[in-house]
């Protein structure tokens, strides 16, 4: 599983660690940010020795992660037949079971989201009621949310100029060169 030790406190803890993470990155630009800006990539993660891809599987991993599973599970938690420990199962299965995403994303240069997401991991353990389970994923929601828009301001989107729409007379027309070649 996870290189990282396992978290010991309880959820309180935790989203108290989450919490300091959220206001450390929410106004000024954290140096980890600053570092993938400039490509500077730690593990060394990129193909062909650029950062552009590890900006586009942030890019693609933060909003899905956050904006889209944490907030599905934040629904889910309020349907009264899901019982805490399915939800937490669940949780697990999609964030760090077969494929841990805060791992993956430390990989790309998020240097403490690993440590982050299994402290948050772990911590869900230590859960009583269904409205701890919504108080601490709604914290790490917001952090992975926030680190989202840190790379959504950084992303390169100028560089979608290179690849235009093309009206099908355009793909008709390069057609017919080729099938003249």
């Known amino acids: 599983m996870s290189s990282i030790e396992k978290f010991k406190g309880n959820w309180r803890?935790?989203?108290?660690?989450?919490?300091?993470?959220?206001?450390?990155?929410?106004?000024?630009e954290p140096e980890e940010i600053q570092k993938i800006r400039w490509g500077i990539i730690d593990s060394g993660a990129g193909s062909g020795q650029q950062s552009f891809s590890v900006l586009v599987h942030l890019e693609a991993y933060l909003m899905l992660v956050g904006a889209?599973?944490?907030?599905?599970?934040l629904k889910v938690s309020q349907y009264p037949d899901v019982e805490l420990p399915t939800l937490v199962k669940m949780t697990r299965e999609f964030l760090t079971g077969t494929f841990n995403v805060f791992e993956f994303m430390t990989d790309l240069g998020l240097t403490n989201m690993h440590q982050i997401g299994q402290m948050y991991s772990d911590a869900l353990d230590t859960l009583e009621t269904k409205e701890e389970y919504v108080q601490l994923t709604g914290a790490m929601m917001t952090y992975v949310v926030r680190m989202h828009r840190w790379i959504h301001f950084i992303f390169p989107w100028n560089l979608g100029v290179a690849f235009p729409h093309r009206k099908p007379n355009e793909v008709a027309s390069i057609a017919a060169v080729v099938a003249a070649a």
């Open 13 to 28: 803890e935790a989203k108290a660690e989450i919490d300091r993470q959220v206001e450390r990155v929410w106004l000024a």
């Open 68 to 73: 889209d599973v944490m907030y599905r599970f």
